[in-house]
């Protein structure tokens, strides 16, 4: 396989997105409870005024905030207290011309007061008298009905993945329940005659299976319910049966190859055995990751990723995440990228996106990029990474000092 | 409660977390691809040789890279290949001077091996002659048995949270299990006689129960279990029976305010009652988030946070976080900070902590922080902020262009 005839990693996102995008995985109703870290399947529209009436934010004297007009420590103005409200309840108090009412914070303005003088700013002389000694202007130290939200002020929007703070919103405007795409269900098989199970005392020549453990554990971190098929040995027929019960259960597939030329083309073979569009991408120009595979099965996409560890998540992170997103309804990624500068040199070949490890390091107020090496082999070398750097196709490489984004891996 | 005569932040910060450092929540043992999120009981050594056999990390041939030296294009060196190295299996082939056997990527070395050519520089004249184009050095293209990790290499130390990669690291070294914490279990309460449920429509004067549902959702992704308790009226019996309950259930508990003086006051009272060591610290000299209380009931924590939303959450972030993680074990607590300059002047009282909300923006390579305003009663903008900015006690505000740090809510 030549680079040079392969596809760009760019090319094969937009491939990649396009299928992705006429996903359609259905809805279901969540208790509020329940809707954090999911999808918004509709947009979520207040229904009501928030508040539903005036409130105090302080706790202090309702007022007519004309009649606090140039009051001072020296001056104050004289007002009559005229009753109290109480907090949680209405109140039927009606502020005349320089009358007051005592408020709790939270509690709800009398009709006629447009502003709050907080407790300190005033001296109670007697049952009825009050001092205020300093002046508030219309709004001060409340929040007028609707104010914070008022019907049809979009909460959440269609796509959006619900952030716990968002649920503060909708419990606000009292959305007890919330419209949520189904969670995503993404299938993930390990192929190869080298590769045996975890529990298992590998033999010379062997490997346990690292990747089904990984991608399943990336996949719950995002919020989708992941089915391990297993490990399938380097052959054809076994591996048609797994991938085509995955596809008949599953949102999206992921097949981590079989770093064999053999087992490559056995996935190849059993994406097209299987019907549908088939193979649609083999080979993308990017380093690591050029054995990718993208296919279709129904619509069904399936992902062949490099069998090495490193590998299978850097193509994991450029391609398959943020396809599956897609699918999974979230319209908003927050591909978390911040600045930094690269700590040295590293050389790459022009012709392929080239993808770096590298590690944060904080210095002088900005973020340093360190790039993580070692042999492509190692698998401990995974956990040293923050995020990753792409070197693109049009570059030979960065200089130490180069300012560079890095997307992050965790944070 | 005068500003001046409360704690500080840190001294809160560091009160609260000696109380958290003492507690121990136990631990239990979970298969491998439940470990995800989980915090590790103890740390996690390599039992055996990684990888537990010299591999390549390329298809090509296993040679002695001394009968490479000095090969080239124009004289290529020329051995005899003695062999085939089959995919996942051990191999007895023993290399001598000048021969070579093919292997394909992950394939094992046979004895005397101790480099691997890749076949791109190589060609095959006939079933028994390889032309070598390229020198190799030793270790090239392959890894040595135990380079990866060996016996007693710290693949995951105790009271660090596992993350998707470290599950790759454990699978490839045979953990099927893993002993981590027990899940922290955290009760939360909400109380104010104007609090009603999400699913209720508020009457004047009333406002539906925010934080309990907020408090949940930031409970539940730091992967705590989360124990809702529902609505408590400013009511001393009640709020005592259920601080008592949620105390014999839970690891810890929060109790968000009854922004009212009386609903605080209730709070106080009810956990000097339950005995234990009582309240420890009532009143913050931070804003938002003054009126902050904190006991012990027995070996539980009791937070009682504000009851504004924006303050409860500030205060969560800021004081309980770190103390809960610390509770569940998590030694190595990642708060991911972002430097930025902040896009305003900001103003603030000296001799207390002003922590302000802020948005993100990058622009030209590096990012501004601009403050999120607004009248502190409103809730919608809780959303708005990407992380939180601390303006120390000793400063009185910020000037725009000013090097911050921003600490992430979300990312």
Redesign the interface.
């Known amino acids: 396989m030549d680079f040079f005839n392969c596809q760009t990693l760019a090319e094969a996102r937009r491939l990649v997105l396009a299928h992705a995008a006429s996903a359609d995985i259905g809805s279901e109703t969540v208790g509020?409870?329940a809707a954090?870290?999911r999808i918004a399947a509709a947009d979520c529209l207040c229904r009501?005024e928030?508040?539903?009436?005036p409130?105090s934010?302080v706790?202090g004297y309702a007022v007519r905030s004309a009649d606090t007009f140039a009051a001072g420590e020296g001056i104050p103005a004289l007002l009559t207290v005229i009753g109290e409200?109480?907090?949680?309840?209405?109140?039927a108090l009606v502020l005349g011309p320089g009358q007051a009412a005592a408020v709790?914070?939270?509690?709800?303005l009398p009709s006629n007061a447009d502003a709050v003088v907080m407790l300190e700013h005033t001296e109670r002389v007697d049952d009825r008298t009050l001092l205020v000694t300093k002046p508030v202007a219309p709004g001060d130290n409340?929040?007028a009905r609707g104010?914070?939200?008022t019907t049809g002020?979009v909460?959440v929007r269609q796509g959006q993945k619900i952030?716990?703070?968002?649920?503060?919103?909708?419990?606000?405007?009292?959305?007890?329940e919330v419209s949520v795409y189904r969670r995503l269900k993404v299938g993930v098989l390990s192929t190869?005659?080298?590769?045996v199970?975890?529990?298992?005392?590998?033999?010379?020549?062997?490997?346990?299976?690292?990747?089904s453990?990984?991608l399943?554990?990336?996949l719950?971190?995002s919020g989708y319910t992941a089915i391990?098929y297993g490990i399938i040995g380097?052959n054809y027929a076994s591996l048609r049966q797994k991938l085509a019960e995955a596809a008949a259960a599953c949102d999206a597939v992921m097949v981590s190859g079989g770093?064999?030329?053999g087992a490559r083309d056995y996935t190849v073979k059993a994406i097209e055995a299987l019907g549908g569009p088939g193979v649609l991408l083999h080979g993308i120009a990017v380093k690591p990751g050029k054995p990718t595979i993208f296919g279709m099965v129904g619509a069904v996409p399936v992902f062949g990723l490099p069998?090495?560890?490193v590998s299978a998540?850097i193509i994991y992170h450029q391609l398959v995440r943020p396809a599956l997103a897609v699918m999974a309804g979230e319209k908003v990624q927050?591909v978390?990228?911040?600045?930094a500068k690269i700590s040295r040199n590293v050389a790459s070949a022009p012709g392929r996106d080239e993808i770096i490890r590298v590690r944060l390091l904080?210095k002088d107020?900005?973020?340093w990029a360190e790039p993580v090496f070692g042999?492509?082999?190692?698998?401990?070398t995974?956990?040293e990474a923050d995020g990753l750097v792409v070197i693109a196709p049009e570059k030979s490489g960065l200089y130490a000092g180069e300012?560079v984004e890095v997307e992050?891996?965790?944070?």
Chains 1, 2 share one sequence.
């Open positions: 509020l409870a954090a870290g009501e928030l508040p539903s009436f409130r934010t706790d409200v109480a907090m949680g309840q209405t109140t709790p914070t939270g509690g709800m409340s929040i104010e914070d939200a002020t909460l952030a716990p703070l968002d649920i503060g919103v909708l419990a606000a405007c009292g959305f007890a190869g005659d080298e590769i199970d975890v529990s298992a005392l590998p033999q010379p020549g062997q490997v346990r299976d690292i990747n453990y990984t399943a554990a990336l719950e971190a391990r380097d770093s064999s030329v069998g090495h560890p998540l927050r978390f990228r911040v600045p904080p107020g900005e973020y042999k492509s082999g190692l698998i401990c995974m956990t300012q992050m891996l965790r944070c």
